[in-house]
Antibody
Framework: EVQLVESGGGLVQPGGSLRLSCAAS????????MLWVRQAPGKGLVWVSR????????TYADSVKGRITVSRDNTKNTLYLQMDTLRAEDTAMYYC?????????????WGQGTLVTVSS | EIVLTQSPGTLSLSPGERATLSCRAS???????LAWYQHNPGQAPRLLIY???SRATGIPDRFSGGGSETDFTLTISRLEPEDFAVYYC?????????FGQGTRLETK
């Protein structure tokens, strides 16, 4: 069974940093693209970032470019999201997801999310 | 960026009824790059439909998708109690991928 478990969320001050993790199991992690999607309170889903299977290619939404870095450790079956210079508008539930084999922009499995709150 | 507008915002129906959810794109996204997800708060979102009309693994056949270009629909033929949730459409024809704001399906 595919499982994705996010962790690392919490309360951080504006300008601070946080690293989110997504532990994967139940599939060959090193073969699949992975994505991050976030949902601000009361709002819809917004794509944040995508990384290819070996970590050599990454893409970001314009709203986070330059402040957020996605990476992965295929030896640990773990996806990461390093978030720097955080702003109040980064407050959201952050979900990791596996890219579908038919099209890696479709998320065929998601985690339950980890909540990031940016506030002083 | 392509904007997806879902309607209605909230749909109130009873178990056994038919639900039709709409997703309208601000530009033509073609006939194959649209997906639908189901989300119960506190749980992981679930992929229902990809490629406009293909059901994901394990999705019951009461769920069906259709449409093309700018107008898409998700139909649930006979609502089961577990179907009451929030539904999102997603386009992946153009970068950045975008999601609709969601339709909440609630019990009448």
């Amino acid at each position: 069974e595919v499982q994705l478990v996010e962790s690392g969320g919490g309360l951080v001050q504006p300008g601070g940093s946080l690293r989110l993790s997504c532990a994967a199991s139940g599939f060959t992690f090193s073969s699949d693209w992975m994505l991050w999607v976030r949902q601000a309170p009361g709002k819809g889903l917004v794509w944040v970032s995508r990384i290819n299977s070996d970590g050599s290619s990454t893409t970001y939404a314009d709203s986070v470019k330059g402040r957020i870095t996605v990476s992965r450790d295929n030896t640990k079956n773990t996806l990461y999201l390093q978030m720097d210079t955080l702003r109040a508008e980064d407050t959201a539930m952050y979900y990791c997801g596996r890219g579908f084999s038919g099209n890696s922009f479709v998320l065929d499995h998601w985690g339950q999310g980890t909540l990031v709150t940016v506030s002083s | 960026e392509i904007v997806l507008t879902q309607s209605p915002g909230t749909l109130s129906l009873s178990p056994g009824e038919r639900a039709t959810l709409s997703c309208r794109a601000s530009q033509n996204v073609g006939s194959s790059h649209l997906a639908w997800y189901q989300h119960n708060p506190g749980q992981a979102p679930r992929l229902l439909i990809y490629g406009v009309s293909s059901r994901a693994t394990g999705i019951p056949d009461r769920f069906s998708g259709g449409g093309s270009e700018t107008d898409f629909t998700l139909t649930i033929s006979r609502l089961e109690p577990e179907d009451f949730a929030v539904y999102y459409c997603q386009q992946y024809a153009f970068s950045p991928i975008t999601f609709g704001q969601g339709t909440r399906l609630e019990t009448k």
